[in-house]
């Protein structure tokens, strides 16, 4: 029996893990069941065609290359956990995919937003995962822990920030967002 299709997917979901947090099986497959959506519909509001989604979810394909689809990516990521954290109906959820289905490559995350007057302020546990979820997106966690032991001797709170966010557990993110704001 041949074993190499199949080391070869463990091999591909692994270097998914440092890139995106986990495998992007695990993660299609939960955006899918919080979402309430199949994969044809979530490849459609990520900008995939079906079979790409499928061979993303199986280990056959490893990396998002188009970055739009992974800022896409990352907004659902956003909008399952306001789902499940009971900050967003269906009805809401079911709106603002088809705002990232039609969304461009700008950044879901853009530092130009603002929170208006009033607003309330994201949850730092969400707000923490999504840090992660985008530095995890550029790199893996591995990259990310040598990029900080590169900046330690000159510039110790820039590593400490990508160690902590890039390569940490989130328990241990919230700690240092809580000690660090303001």
Known sequence: MDTAPQ????????????????????????????????????????????????????????????????QRLQALRELAAQVAE????????????????????SSVLSTTQSVPSGAPVPPTRRTVREIQSLLRSVASAAEIAEAADTLAADHPELAEFLRVYGA???????????AHRD
Do not use: C
């Open 7 to 70: 080391d070869a997917a463990a091999r591909v979901q692994e270097l998914q893990r440092g890139w995106y947090g986990e495998p992007l099986g695990d993660l299609f497959r939960r955006l899918i069941d919080d979402l309430g959506l199949n994969q044809a519909r979530l490849a459609g509001v990520l900008g995939l065609s079906a079979p790409m989604l499928s061979q993303l979810m199986s280990g056959q394909r490893a990396k998002i290359g188009n970055p739009a689809v992974v």
């Open 86 to 105: 009971g900050e967003r109906t269906t009805a809401q959820a079911a709106a603002r995919m088809a705002e990232i289905r039609e969304s461009e490559a």
């Open 168 to 178: 940490g557990r989130t328990d241990d993110a919230v700690a240092h967002f809580e």
